[in-house]
């Protein structure tokens, strides 16, 4: 747990520094004014895509958890399509994005504590509305 919570200051300390915890930022940025962010963005995928690859190749387990490493198969559907475009559009809107909006607030950006109200609430609703066509689906199937 000491190793995610220094990672997780780390990250966040990252996002501050490099200005993506704030909204006008990423906002300038997703209008192509200013392209800083892209060559966060390029390192963070650089650094990522470097452990993936090394992980992967010389451990059979993950450092932390030791859960073997493996590909999660998904399909590519709909709710892929509608849960990324609802996503994009709120990021877009806002500026907004879930993980630099935690570091936002340790950077004493008090406000955006309603983004993240309206991002712990749309889950909850994205929660509700799919358990809720779940259970018409398995009463539907139980009527035949």
Known sequence: MVLVLLGGMTFGVGLAHSR????EIVLSFLQLTDLGLLFVMG???????TTMFVATRYLDRAPLTGAIY???KKRFDSNVMLGGGLFGVGWGLSGVCPGAAYASVGIGNYLILYAIGGMFLGAYVQGYARSYVADRGRAAMGAD
């Open 20 to 23: 993506m915890a704030e909204p």
């Open 43 to 49: 390192g963070a995928v650089v650094v990522t895509a």
């Open 70 to 72: 493996a590909t999660r």
